[in-house]
């Protein structure tokens, strides 16, 4: 019998946030894997949490995962893995991990929890029936594509940028689909949490270039 892959959502920002399941399972496996250990470590030392640590992440090996799988299937090892914020899978390392672990018929069980997508989607006040997810917009390959095809798009857009390409961005979104209705969430559940709402125009000058941002753009409706 083999062991069990979990697949744990941790909090975005605010550590309380993490739910009662979730430290229950952190504290019940034999190993945790995670996208970055040092930031796990602040998680797991916030609830005295102790089990050994492995990195997988983006850039990991495919021998590397699959040494962990195998741990997994023959010393019936049960394993967690979470990324540094979130869901894992979401705009997140992971797929590979899960993947190989269906593969060997390993169960993988979900662990809900906080999705920066979601909740930006809750606060922006936009109806929420369909939308399309886009994880971090693209630097260069394949932008311009993506913001032709956007110019169609009705549905609500979502997705992640950094500090710094933020402003970019939207005079991009602003020059290619127009000064379209859009909610901005800067460093959600964290101590300076900010939202912005309007149009883009409205919302440009009032951005600060600092931190994590979820955007959401209304559809060419």
Same mark, same amino acid.
């Given at each position: 019998?083999?062991?069990?892959? $979990? ?7 605010? =550590?309380?946030? /993490?739910?009662?399941? *979730? !430290?229950?399972?952190? @504290?019940?496996?034999?190993?945790? *894997? ?8 602040? +998680?797991?030392?916030? $609830?005295? !949490? ?13 021998? @590397?995962?699959?040494? =962990? ?26 797929? +590979?991990?899960?993947?190989? *672990? %269906? ?5 993988? /069980? ?5 999705? *920066? ?5 809750? !606060?922006?006040?936009? &109806? ?5 997810? +886009?994880? $971090? ?8 594509? =993506?913001?032709?095809?956007? @110019? ?17 961005? +939207? ?10 209705? %859009? %909610? !901005? ?19 440009? &000058?009032?951005? @600060? ?13």
């Amino acid at each position: 019998m083999s062991g069990k892959l $979990y697949i744990v959502s941790t909090p975005i920002g605010n =550590l309380k946030d /993490i739910t009662l399941r *979730a !430290i229950e399972v952190l @504290k019940s496996v034999d190993l945790i *894997a995670s996208e970055d250990t040092r930031v796990t470590l602040k +998680l797991l030392n916030r $609830y005295n !949490i102790k089990k050994p640590l492995v990195s997988i992440h983006e850039r990991s090996k495919p021998e @590397k995962v699959k040494r =962990l799988v195998e741990e997994m299937k023959k010393e019936n090892k049960n394993v967690a893995f979470v990324t540094d914020a979130g869901t894992p899978g979401i705009a997140d390392p992971g797929g +590979l991990l899960v993947s190989g *672990a %269906v593969k060997e018929g390993i169960e993988v /069980i979900p662990i809900p929890g906080p999705s *920066a997508v979601t909740t930006a989607l809750s !606060i922006a006040g936009f &109806p929420g029936n369909e939308f399309v997810f +886009l994880g $971090y917009f693209p630097k260069k390959k394949g932008r311009q594509t =993506l913001l032709q095809n956007l @110019k169609k798009e009705e549905r609500l857009v979502v997705f992640f940028e950094s500090p710094f390409r933020i402003l970019k961005t +939207l005079k991009d979104l602003n020059e290619y689909l127009g000064d379209r209705g %859009v %909610v !901005i969430c800067r460093e959600l559940t964290k101590k300076f949490e900010e939202t912005y709402r309007g149009t883009i125009s409205e919302v440009f &000058p009032k951005i @600060k270039p600092r931190g994590e941002f979820v955007v959401i753009i209304k559809g060419a409706k």
